[in-house]
């Protein structure tokens, strides 16, 4: 499929930011994803925070693998650097890019089939290694470019829209998250706005690893009986779908609810997720308190939203690794290659 530029229409009395930009500089190309996506809800949030932090766009690099998820870095940010790299291997070129300049702003863009089946590993490894970016994790529970397998999120019992159970448990990214160390950890729905953006711009503004695990319904193929969209979470009842090659348009799915209340929420095919916001007086900085909240809300059936987890005392990788400040760009060939006699010096120290 091929991207359009969006129009740009500035009108008058537009509210501005710092920068004295709008909104619609935050922008990119048009989507060519299914009507209804929840990503290109995931999408509009990212720009929306980008927009009311101030971040100059040409200062941000996009980061993104494989799939539905990562072509949405296309939709944002159109001044912004971007590089969409190989399936499952954004978290490396990612690390590479922060190693070489660190002042800019990073954010990565995946799904649950690009980082929890070929790049879990690298996904895994950029946690420990607290690089300073945000990861948006755009979670629908299939692999919706190539016609809806399961993806490691799947649940348990699950079907495949042809009918095929999941024989497999799923891996949740939070979990993950969680004990392998990671210092930011958070979960969203892409239908609720108003919890994502500040989820976002506090991942951005972070120091280290941030991570977003974002509900973000398929309305493609996880729109029929017996399917699930991703893990801690079954459908409660179901209403007979047609299936067809064409995709209907239909409406985002948005929802409102307050700290500590249970959101019951109709998929688009009738099937329904339950939300739970963090209760007020929960304090993410408790690694263990964040587990078991999340283990209780898996048992009740429900999906756990909002700040699970944040680290501040831990160094990123560039604080850990006594890395160079300057981009890598700026630095003088002199020092960038100091001779010989230097070379030798250095080498004695590890005789």
């Known amino acids: 499929m091929t991207s359009f530029v969006k129009p740009h229409i500035r009108r008058k009395n537009e509210p501005v930011n710092e920068l004295g930009l709008v909104r619609a500089d935050y922008d990119g190309a048009m989507s060519t ?7 290109d809800s995931v999408t509009a949030s990212m720009a929306r925070a980008f ?19 990562s072509k949405t870095t296309a939709y944002f940010l159109r001044e ?48 420990r290694r607290n690089v300073n970016m945000l990861y948006v994790l755009e979670n629908n529970g299939v692999y919706g470019l190539t016609k809806g397998q399961f ?27 969680l004990s392998v160390g990671a210092t930011f950890v958070a979960r969203g729905f892409s239908g609720d706005r108003e919890q994502l953006v500040p989820l976002i711009k506090a991942g951005l503004k972070h120091k280290g690893f941030g991570l977003i695990d974002v509900i973000s319904p398929c309305v493609s193929f996880n729109d029929h009986k017996g399917s699930t969209k991703s893990y801690a979470h079954t459908y ?6 047609v299936h067809a090659d064409y995709v209907a348009p239909s409406k985002d799915i948005k929802v409102c609810y307050d700290e500590g209340e249970i959101m ?14 963090l209760e007020k007086g929960f304090d993410p900085r408790d690694r263990a308190a964040a587990m078991s909240a999340l283990a209780n809300a898996q048992k009740e059936d429900e999906i ?11 160094p990123d990788m560039h604080a850990l690794n006594k890395m160079e400040d300057r981009p890598l ?8 290659n100091p001779g010989g006699a230097k070379l030798h010096e250095l080498q004695k120290g590890f005789r």
């Open 33 to 39: 994803l299914c009507a209804g996506c929840g990503h």
């Open 151 to 177: 993806s490691a999120s799947a649940d348990l019992g699950s079907l495949a829209k042809r009918g095929a159970p999941n024989e497999m448990p799923p891996i949740d990214p939070v979990s993950l998250a």
């Open 51 to 69: 927009f009311e932090l101030s971040i100059k766009p040409h200062r941000a690099v996009k980061v993104s693998g494989i799939g539905c998820s």
């Open 329 to 336: 760009n700026e630095i003088p060939y002199a020092e960038l």
């Open 236 to 241: 409660k009842y179901y209403h007979k779908a």
């Open 264 to 277: 019951p929420v109709e998929m688009h095919d009738g099937g329904v997720i339950r939300l739970r916001k």
């Open 304 to 314: 756990l939203t909002g700040l699970l987890h944040i680290d501040e005392t831990h």
């Open 80 to 127: 912004a650097h971007g590089n969409n790299t190989v399936h499952g291997r954004m978290p490396s070129v990612a690390t590479g890019a922060v190693a070489a300049n660190s002042a800019l702003t990073y954010i990565g863009v995946s799904g649950d089939g690009d980082s929890l089946s070929i790049g879990l590993g690298q996904f895994v490894h950029a946690m």
